[in-house]
C-alpha cells in the first residue's frame, strides 16, 4: 500500500462521476438553450425546446414502469423523435435499441424478442412491418406511434409519440447510472454467420466515443450536421451525444437524396455529414439541375466498405473534404481512422485520394488497433504485404453480445477483440483491408451474410451448389453475386433464381446478379471463394459449363 492508498484520496461522490451521455443534453440545454438544436422540413427547437421534450419522453416510460436494464425498442429513420429516443431513453436507466428499417418482420420479431423489448416506438412509414413482427411475439410490447405527417402508413399503437410525451413531467429529473459500465444501448449485427447478435454498449463506451468523434474530426463547437448516418447504425457512429455535446444543430431528412442533400449544405449551412461510399457516390453524381453552389468547405466521415478513390477525388472537386474511417458494430461504429498528415497536402489528387481509401490507425481514445497473425495473435510485419486480422483493445468495445457468452469469450480471446477482417498494416503503421475473413459483403453501409444468401437460393430443388461472393459496384461500393450449379438434369433461369431468392431475402441481401456453371472447388469438394471474388471483378462473369 502506497502513500496515494489512503482513505482520505479514495472516490467520493464530489469527485467521482459516471461517465454516461445523460450528462451530455443537461449541460448543453443550461449552457445554450437559446441555440438551434434541430431542423426537419419546416420544424425548427432549440435545445431548450428539445431538452424538455426529452424529459417528457423520459418521465412518459418511467411511469409505464421503464427503468434500470429494460429494452425500449425504435423503428424509424432519421427523424428528430430518434434523436429525442437517443437522449431520452438512457435518462431513465433503460436500454435504446434502435433496429434497422430495412430487414424483414421475422428478424425485427427475433430481435424484440432477444431483446427482451417492453416499448416498441414505431413510425408510421414501418407499421406494416411492425404490425408483422410483433405478431409473431408471445408478448408484444407496448407500440407507441410516430405520426409524421411526411410518412405514410397507419397507426397501430395504443396513443400516438405526441399523445405519450404529454403523459410525461417536463420537470423529470434524469436519473444518470450508478455504474458507467451500465448497459446504454442494444445494437443488433446484421446476422452475418446466421442470426444477429446483440452488441451491448455501455455509458462509460458511449459517452468516451461521444468525445472521441470531437477529436477525430477536430470538430468546433455549434457544428451543422446532416444526418445521412442511419441512426440504427450503432446509435448514428454516437453523433446524436457528439453533436449534442457540442451544441450543434441536427439536419434531418427521411431518407438520402441527393437534391435535398445539396438543399440542406446551401440554405441551413451543413458543416458535416457522414455516409457509407453510396452516400459519397450520390452527392459525386448527381445531376447538374440539383447541385448548388456553397461557400465553405462541408466535412464528410465516410466509413463501411473502402471508398474508391475515384469518388474520392470526384467528391473532393465540389467542396467536400473526406475522413475516412473504419470499425463494426462492435466497437461503437468507427474506431480507427485515415489521420491526415499535413505533408500529404501537396501530393497530386490521386495519390491522396489513394492515402484517405486506407482504413487509417486507431482513433485516439482507442487504446490500440493493429493487425496481428491468426493462428499466434502476435503482430504482423509493417510491410505493406503480410496480411493478419485486425484486432482492438480498449475503452471504445462493446460490453459484449447479450446472451452469448460463447460468442463473446471467442470475439475476446487473448485480450484483443477480434473483427475478422483482414488487413495489411503499411510502415507507416496505417491498416489497409485486403479480404473479409467472413464472407461479409458490405452493401450500402449494410452488411450482408453470404451464408443468408446462399441459404435462401440453395433451398431451390434444381439447385447443387451456390456461392455468393462480394462484386463491386459504383452506387453500393459492392452487392452480392451469387454463382450457381445446378443439378444433374435440372435447370433454370436467372430470373427464377432471382424470383426464388426474394422470397427469404431482404431488397439489399438479394443478388444483384446470377452466374450459372460449374463452380470451382478443392480435392474436398470445397468451393474457392477466392477464385470467384476474382471472376465477380469481371465486367460479364462467366463460370466454366457442364461437359466443358
Not at 465553405?296 to 466509413?303: D, S
Not at 452488411?447 to 446462399?454: A, C, H, K, L, M
Not at 459504383?474 to 422470397?503: Q, Y
Amino acid at each position: 500500500m502506497s502513500i496515494y492508498d489512503g482513505p482520505e484520496l479514495a472516490r467520493n461522490a464530489a469527485n467521482h462521476v459516471a461517465l454516461s451521455p445523460v450528462s451530455i443534453l443537461t449541460r448543453t440545454a443550461r449552457v445554450y438553450p437559446e441555440r438551434p438544436a434541430v431542423i426537419y422540413g419546416d420544424l425548427r427547437r432549440t435545445w431548450a425546446e428539445v431538452a424538455t421534450r426529452c424529459s417528457q419522453l423520459a418521465s412518459a416510460l418511467s411511469r409505464r414502469g421503464i427503468g434500470r436494464g429494460d429494452t425500449v425498442a425504435l423503428l424509424a429513420p432519421n427523424v428528430p423523435e430518434a434523436l429525442e429516443c437517443a437522449l431520452a431513453v438512457p435518462m431513465t436507466g433503460a436500454v435504446i435499441n434502435a433496429n434497422n428499417t430495412r430487414l424483414d418482420a421475422n428478424t425485427i420479431a427475433y430481435i424484440l424478442d432477444h431483446g427482451e423489448a417492453k416499448v416498441l416506438l414505431v413510425d408510421t412509414e414501418f407499421s406494416a412491418l411492425a404490425q408483422a413482427a410483433v405478431a409473431e411475439l408471445a408478448s408484444p410490447p407496448l407500440i407507441i406511434d410516430i405520426c409524421d405527417p411526411a410518412a405514410p402508413g397507419d397507426r397501430i399503437g395504443e396513443m400516438d409519440y405526441e399523445a405519450f410525451l404529454a403523459t410525461g413531467d417536463p420537470a423529470f429529473v434524469p436519473r444518470p447510472p450508478s455504474d458507467e459500465w451500465d448497459a446504454l444501448a442494444l445494437n443488433y449485427t446484421s446476422g452475418t454467420t446466421g442470426r444477429p447478435k446483440g452488441v451491448v454498449y455501455s455509458h462509460r463506451g458511449a459517452y468516451l466515443n461521444a468525445v472521441n468523434n470531437t477529436i477525430t474530426w477536430a470538430m468546433p463547437h455549434f457544428p451543422v450536421y446532416l444526418w445521412t448516418v442511419p441512426m440504427f447504425h450503432c446509435n448514428g457512429w454516437c453523433f446524436p451525444w457528439t453533436i449534442t455535446l457540442l451544441a450543434g444543430t441536427h439536419v434531418f431528412m427521411r431518407a438520402p437524396r441527393a437534391g435535398p442533400v445539396f438543399d440542406a449544405i446551401a440554405d441551413h449551412g451543413v458543416t458535416h455529414l457522414g455516409g457509407a461510399p453510396i452516400i459519397m457516390s450520390l452527392i459525386a453524381d448527381a445531376p447538374p439541375e440539383v447541385i448548388r453552389s456553397f461557400d465553405h468547405t462541408v466535412e464528410m466521415m465516410t466509413a463501411a466498405s473502402p471508398p474508391p478513390a475515384s469518388v474520392i477525388a470526384a467528391i473532393e472537386a465540389l467542396g467536400f473534404n473526406i475522413t475516412h474511417v473504419y470499425g463494426l458494430t462492435e466497437v461503437y461504429g468507427p474506431a480507427v481512422v485515415c489521420a491526415w498528415k499535413p505533408e500529404w497536402d501537396a501530393l497530386p489528387a490521386a495519390d491522396k485520394a489513394r492515402k484517405k481509401a486506407r482504413q487509417g490507425v486507431g482513433c485516439a481514445l482507442e487504446e490500440e488497433v493493429c493487425v496481428v497473425d491468426a493462428e499466434t495473435a502476435a503482430p504482423v510485419p509493417w510491410d505493406g504485404q503480410t496480411q493478419g486480422e485486425i484486432v482492438f483493445r480498449g475503452n471504445i468495445c462493446m460490453k459484449g453480445y447479450l446472451k452469448a457468452p460463447a460468442p463473446t469469450a471467442e470475439a475476446f480471446k487473448d485480450g484483443w477483440f477480434w473483427s475478422g477482417d483482414i488487413a495489411v498494416q503499411h510502415p507507416d503503421g496505417y491498416v489497409e483491408i485486403r479480404d473479409r475473413a467472413k464472407d461479409i459483403i458490405i452493401s450500402g453501409g449494410e452488411n450482408i451474410s453470404s451464408i443468408e444468401v446462399e441459404n435462401a437460393i440453395n433451398n431451390h430443388p434444381a439447385v447443387a451448389f451456390v456461392a455468393v461472393v462480394a462484386r463491386p459496384d459504383d452506387k453500393w461500393g459492392e452487392v452480392p453475386c451469387a454463382f450457381v450449379e445446378t443439378k444433374p438434369g435440372h435447370s433454370i433461369t436467372n430470373d427464377e433464381l432471382m424470383s426464388h431468392a426474394r422470397k427469404g431475402l431482404a431488397g439489399f441481401q438479394r443478388p444483384k446478379m446470377v452466374v450459372q456453371g460449374v463452380l470451382p472447388k478443392n480435392a474436398t469438394g470445397k468451393i474457392l471463394k477466392h477464385q470467384l471474388r476474382d471472376i465477380a471483378k469481371a465486367d460479364a462473369p462467366t463460370l466454366e459449363q457442364e461437359g466443358e
